[in-house]
């Protein structure tokens, strides 16, 4: 098991309200499989996404990646470890405008040595994904699917166990959301990599080998959607 989420709970506080988000959820992802995660807007995708990631804290429940329990890591060995485990792709691709596509893809990399390697490999996946032509291009310059396409890449470059994607179809068009998934299935394959999805999209749900409902603050599986 790669990723194992237990009872995890979490509010937000507004003032004097509370709002419930989610109520004990649990999942365990195993190696190389692939979850989504659907749910209407605002019913709690982005905050379970970010719990998972370690990138928010959730009230009570634990999060252990790799077998390790996070709870018992310093803010140092735990960005180590997300930087060694996880990828994120984020709704709105979060690539930085002032660096190119290939300087996007490598930022993560930057902290962690070997540069000659690293950019072999960031070289490899601009061909994966027939973005070779693109690597110089700033973000303003491509296409909304090409985009999500290197916020992928950049997500791969360090080889995570899992790549977790929020939402990443949201704003595609029908073609590139497509493309997307099979460039996600593809990974998955080839890579052997665990990935989670969410979405409110029937289309991606139906990618997962598992598939997951959050609603009401409770995760349901279900088989058939
Ligand atoms: N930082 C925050 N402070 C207060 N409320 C929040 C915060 N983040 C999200 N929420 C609320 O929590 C609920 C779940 O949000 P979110 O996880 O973003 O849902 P989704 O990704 O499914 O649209 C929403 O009602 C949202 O308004
Ligand atoms: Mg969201």
């Known amino acids: 098991m790669i990723l194992s989420a237990s009872h995890i709970s979490k509010s937000y506080h507004n003032g004097e309200k509370e709002l419930h988000v989610l109520r004990d959820i ?44 996070i709870d018992s890591l310093a803010d140092e060995d735990l ?58 291009h700033y973000p303003a310059q491509l296409s ?27 704003n595609l068009d029908v073609h590139n959301a497509d493309r997307l998934l099979s460039l996600f299935q593809k990974i998955n394959n080839d890579f052997n990599q665990a990935i989670v999805i969410t979405t409110h999209n029937l289309k991606v749900a139906e990618i997962g080998k598992r598939r997951f409902v959050l609603e009401n603050e409770s995760l349901k599986h279900i088989d058939i959607i």
């Not at 930087?83 to 930057?110: C, D, R, S, Y």
């Not at 396409?149 to 994607?165: E, G, H, N, S, Y």
């Open 26 to 69: 649990n999942l365990e992802l195993q190696k190389g499989e692939i979850i989504t995660i659907m749910g209407q807007s605002g019913a709690g995708k982005t905050t379970l996404l970010n719990i998972l990631g370690t990138l928010d804290q959730p009230d009570s429940g634990s999060i252990s990646i790799c077998g390790q329990d």
């Open 79 to 136: 960005s180590k470890l997300r930087n060694k485990h996880l990828g994120f792709v984020f709704q709105f691709h979060h690539l930085l405008p002032e660096f190119t596509a290939m300087e996007n893809v490598l930022l993560p990399a930057l902290i962690s040595g070997n540069e000659t390697e690293i950019k072999e490999r960031a070289n490899e996946l601009f061909d994966y994904v027939g973005m070779v032509e693109r690597q110089k």
């Open 144 to 170: 909304g699917g090409e985009r999500l396409r290197v916020a992928v890449l950049r997500a791969l470059i360090l080889k995570p166990d899992v790549v977790l994607a929020d939402e990443p179809t949201g």
